[in-house]
C-alpha cells in the first residue's frame, strides 16, 4: 500500500521522527514523560502523509511510542537516580498492580476505535495541563503518599490511562505525586521509573490487539511499528541527559507551568483531529 509513496515523503518521514526523537529525549529528562506524549502526535501525523488507514493510524503511534519510550525513561531515571532524587519505595509499590492495568488498557484498546483513542488522550492532556498550569496549594491533598490497597489502586490506574496515551506514566504518576505536596523534582524523577513497568506489557499488548490487522505498515508486530522504534531510539537516549540537566536548573513552579502548557498544546493537537 506504500508503493505510490515518493523518495521524498519517506526522507520527510525520517527527519521528521529524528526530530520528534530529539524533542521527546529532551522532554523525557525535563518532565519524566518518556517522551511518548510529544511522539504520538507527531507520529500520527506523518502516518498520515504515508496514507496509513485511519482505521490502525492512532493504534500504530501509541503502540509504537510504548516501544521507543523505554530506553528513554530508563535513561532519564538511570540519571535523576545518580542524583539521589528517585522516591523507590512508590516505585516498588507499583511493580504488579501498574503492569496489571497495562494489560487491562491494551484489551480497551483492541475494542475501541482511533478516533475515541484520540479523544482519550486529548481529555487527559487537558486535565493534567490545567491543574499544573493553575495550580494552588489549596489543590492539595492532605497527609502523605497512601500506601497499601490505595496505592495500587492508583499505580494500576496510572498504567491504565498511561497505556491508552501511550506514555511511560510519568504524566500521571507525576500529577499524582504533586498533589500530595512532593517536590516536582522528585515527582519527575520518580515518575522516569514507571517507563518500563508500562512500556513492556504495553508493547507486548498493542503487538497482540494489531496482530493480523488489516492496513499496517510494513515491518509492524500488530500496532507497534519496528521501523519507528529503531529509528528514534538512539536519538532519545542521546538527548535525555540533556533534559534532565535542565530539570535541575529550574524552578518548581517553571517545571509545573512548562509542563502544563506542553499538555495542553498535544490536546489541542487532538481536538482538531477529530473534527
Same mark, same amino acid.
Given at each position: 500500500?506504500?508503493?505510490?509513496?515518493?523518495?521524498?515523503?519517506?526522507?520527510?518521514? $525520517?527527519?521528521?521522527?529524528?526530530?520528534?526523537?530529539?524533542?521527546?529525549?529532551?522532554?523525557?529528562?525535563?518532565?519524566?514523560?518518556?517522551?511518548?506524549?510529544?511522539?504520538?502526535?507527531?507520529?500520527?501525523?506523518?502516518?498520515?502523509?504515508?496514507? &496509513?488507514?485511519?482505521? =490502525?493510524?492512532?493504534?500504530?503511534?501509541?503502540? *509504537?511510542?510504548?516501544?521507543?519510550?523505554?530506553? *528513554?525513561?530508563?535513561?532519564?531515571?538511570?540519571?535523576?537516580?545518580?542524583?539521589?532524587?528517585?522516591?523507590?519505595?512508590?516505585?516498588?509499590?507499583?511493580?504488579?498492580?501498574?503492569?496489571?492495568?497495562?494489560?487491562?488498557? *491494551?484489551?480497551?484498546?483492541?475494542? &475501541?476505535?482511533?478516533?475515541?483513542?484520540?479523544?482519550?488522550?486529548?481529555?487527559?492532556?487537558?486535565?493534567?495541563?490545567?491543574?499544573?498550569?493553575?495550580?494552588?496549594?489549596?489543590?492539595?491533598?492532605?497527609?502523605?503518599?497512601?500506601?497499601? &490497597?490505595? !496505592?495500587?489502586?492508583?499505580?494500576?490506574?496510572? %498504567?491504565?490511562? +498511561?497505556?491508552?496515551?501511550?506514555?511511560?506514566?510519568?504524566?500521571?504518576? *507525576?500529577?499524582?505525586?504533586?498533589?500530595?505536596?512532593?517536590?516536582?523534582?522528585? $515527582? =519527575?524523577?520518580?515518575?522516569?521509573?514507571?517507563?518500563?513497568?508500562?512500556? =513492556?506489557?504495553?508493547?507486548?499488548?498493542?503487538?497482540?490487539?494489531?496482530?493480523?490487522?488489516?492496513?499496517?505498515?510494513?515491518?509492524?508486530?500488530?500496532?507497534?511499528? =519496528?521501523? %519507528?522504534?529503531?529509528?528514534?531510539?538512539?536519538?532519545? &537516549?542521546?538527548?535525555?541527559?540533556?533534559?534532565?540537566?535542565?530539570?535541575?536548573?529550574? !524552578?518548581?513552579?517553571?517545571?509545573?507551568?512548562?509542563?502544563?502548557?506542553?499538555?495542553?498544546?498535544?490536546?489541542?493537537?487532538?481536538?482538531?483531529?477529530? +473534527?
Amino acid at each position: 500500500m506504500l508503493q505510490n509513496v515518493s523518495v521524498n515523503e519517506i526522507m520527510l518521514l $525520517a527527519l521528521a521522527q529524528s526530530a520528534s526523537g530529539a524533542v521527546a529525549g529532551l522532554l523525557a529528562g525535563l518532565f519524566g514523560i518518556g517522551g511518548g506524549a510529544i511522539i504520538v502526535p507527531v507520529m500520527y501525523q506523518f502516518l498520515g502523509v504515508l496514507g &496509513i488507514d485511519e482505521a =490502525v493510524r492512532m493504534h500504530i503511534s501509541v503502540g *509504537t511510542s510504548l516501544g521507543i519510550i523505554l530506553p *528513554t525513561s530508563l535513561r532519564s531515571f538511570q540519571a535523576h537516580y545518580r542524583r539521589g532524587v528517585v522516591d523507590m519505595a512508590l516505585l516498588k509499590s507499583w511493580l504488579i498492580p501498574m503492569p496489571a492495568g497495562v494489560i487491562a488498557a *491494551t484489551f480497551v484498546a483492541s475494542m &475501541i476505535s482511533g478516533a475515541q483513542l484520540r479523544g482519550i488522550f486529548a481529555a487527559i492532556a487537558v486535565l493534567i495541563g490545567l491543574r499544573l498550569i493553575f495550580n494552588r496549594e489549596s489543590w492539595r491533598l492532605r497527609g502523605e503518599l497512601p500506601g497499601g &490497597i490505595i !496505592s495500587a489502586v492508583c499505580g494500576a490506574l496510572i %498504567g491504565f490511562f +498511561s497505556t491508552l496515551m501511550g506514555v511511560g506514566g510519568g504524566v500521571m504518576a *507525576t500529577t499524582f505525586m504533586t498533589l500530595y505536596g512532593r517536590p516536582m523534582l522528585q $515527582a =519527575v524523577a520518580t515518575a522516569a521509573g514507571t517507563g518500563a513497568m508500562i512500556a =513492556v506489557p504495553g508493547v507486548i499488548g498493542y503487538a497482540w490487539a494489531g496482530w493480523g490487522e488489516p492496513g499496517l505498515p510494513p515491518f509492524s508486530i500488530g500496532y507497534v511499528n =519496528v521501523i %519507528g522504534i529503531f529509528l528514534v531510539i538512539p536519538i532519545t &537516549i542521546y538527548v535525555a541527559p540533556i533534559g534532565v540537566r535542565i530539570a535541575h536548573v529550574l !524552578s518548581k513552579r517553571q517545571l509545573e507551568i512548562s509542563f502544563g502548557i506542553f499538555m495542553l498544546l498535544v490536546a489541542l493537537r487532538f481536538v482538531l483531529s477529530l +473534527s
